[in-house]
Structures are given as structure tokens and as C-alpha cells.
């Protein structure tokens, strides 16, 4: 994924496009206190929030690429987009199309109103002026490109492979100790630990260690509820039904898609914010709000029978 998004948005930026997509979206983007560059780590991270990230540094000013740091773990990757899809279709059936597309608005609704409010209440007096040159369109050079992606992938190896694979240990460890068993694990009994944040929310001890693990990589919490409940992926599909109704299911993907982003994004945020404040806050942010809208959601699919 990250090969391929490195490789188009090199081949849009030697083009000449990406400049355009910039400018066209600047009106918008100040609706959030923030100007048109900030638009393009917004777009690509709709593949993945770890080039997202990195690419904030196109942004001149200090202020303007925190808010777009902070913002952006709210864009939905494909990870996530691929566990709502499951879900959604394992639950919701026939209304599952419309419940994906709800969460997606749901999503960008979300970053706009966080957006205004972080820039209305700590940044107000920063100015967002736009002054960009357009290039002309060209043909791609496939040389640059190539050595584009190249630095691209290694600058990501170095700063989040790390990260990645020491939480990927971490959690298997987890899962597998004191008795080689997941439902009796630690992991199980954090689980169990943070069930009563979750039972507000309809969610249960499995449903609660999938959001945990997810915190690794977004794709992990379909695995994890394959392992708890004892199915494969064609199983959960049938199992999830059973086990899951519709609020707690809608509340589920509400917090999984404003959920902390994966440990990859989280090593690249610390890196690139170097400011240890605007980290911690961007974590707690993420909590506080995808809980808070995910009891809303919850609530409000009880209300309406769902």
C-alpha cells in the first residue's frame, strides 16, 4: 500500500497536479483555520495516515501542520475502511452500503468539527495565507520518481519499522502467555480490565481487546475477533450476527474508525510533531472523541431501533 501511494503521489507531484489539487481546495480547507496544502496529506491519507503524515512537511507553517497532524488520524485509511466493510456486511446485511457510507461521513463531519474547534480555541490569530506557484503540466520523469519512492520507503522503514515489529511482538506475547491460550491470556485480562469502559458502548471483553489490538494495525481486529471467537474469516461472518447486534456493532466501527491510529502513524506522528504536548494530545483527542461519539452512536441507534 505504502509503495503504491508513495508512487502516485510522486508521479501527481512531477506532473504538475498535486499544486492544482491544492489551490482548488484552499476555500474549503479554511473552514478549518487551515489553507490548500493541507488538503493533500488529507487526501492520501484516505490510503494510509503514515505517508499522510509525513508529507505535512510541505506545510510552511508550525501551527498549521500541528492542526493538519492532529486532524488527519481522523481521515478513515484502508485498513479501517476494509474492517467497516467486513463488519458491516456480516451485521448489517442488506443496510450495509448505507452504513458504511454514514460511518465515512460520519468520519469527515468529525475532523471539520474538531478542525474548527481547535482552531478557533488555540489557534484563532495564526494567519493561513496561500501563496503557491503552479508548475506547468510536464511529462513524468521515471528516474525522479523512483528515487522519490526509494527515500520515501526507507525514511518509513527507519522512523516506524521499529515501532511496528515491537508492538506486533508485544501483542503476540500478549496473546499467547501464561498458558498459550488467547481466551485465558494477559491480553484476555486486559480485555476483561477495560470491559466496564466498553459496556457503556454495548461492547463485551472480545469486542474491547479487538479495539486494543487494533492500536497495532486496524486489520488486526478482524483477526483478533477470528482467534476469541474460535473462527476463521468465514466463520466470523456468520458468527458476528449472533454475537453482535446492530447498536453495539454501529457503535464498534464509530469508535474503531476515530480510534488512536495504528502504531506505525503514532511513531511517525511523534517524530514529525516533536513537540511532546501536541503528541499526547493528539492521542487523548482521539480517544475522548471516537468515545464519545460512539456512545452517541450507540445510544441513538437504541433510541431509534435501530
Known sequence: ILLIFFATLALLEDVG??????????RFMHLVGLH??????????????????????????KKARLLTMLLTPFVPCTARLAVLTFVAAAVFAADATLVV???????????????????????????????????????????TIWHVVWWRTVAFVRKAGTIILTMSILVWLLAYFPDGRTETSILAWIGHLLEPLGLPLGLDWK??????????????????????????????????????GHAPALAFLTVLMLFVPCAATIAVMKREMADRRWFVTSLVLTLVVSYLVGLAAYRIALWTGL
Not at 497536479?17 to 484552499?26: H, K, L, P, Q
Not at 490548500?36 to 507553517?61: D, L, Q, T
Request: overall charge neutral; glycine content about 8%.
Open 101 to 143: 457510507w454514514s460511518l465515512v461521513t460520519l468520519n469527515i463531519l468529525v475532523l471539520g468539527a474538531v478542525g474548527m474547534v481547535v482552531h478557533n480555541f488555540f489557534m484563532k490569530e495564526e494567519p493561513t495565507p496561500f501563496i503557491m506557484e503552479l508548475p506547468l503540466y510536464h511529462r513524468p520523469d521515471p528516474n
Open 36 to 61: 490548500g496544502k493541507s488538503f493533500i496529506p488529507m487526501c492520501i491519507g484516505f490510503g494510509c495516515n503514515v505517508p499522510a503524515i509525513m508529507s505535512v512537511r510541505i506545510i510552511e507553517s
Open 207 to 244: 469486542m474491547v481487546t479487538a479495539l486494543i489490538t487494533s492500536v497495532v494495525a486496524k486489520e488486526n481486529a478482524i483477526a483478533t475477533l477470528g482467534v476469541l471467537y474460535g473462527v476463521g474469516g468465514q466463520g466470523l461472518l456468520k458468527v458476528l450476527p449472533a454475537v453482535m
Open 17 to 26: 497536479y498535486m499544486a492544482r489539487a491544492a489551490f482548488v481546495m484552499d
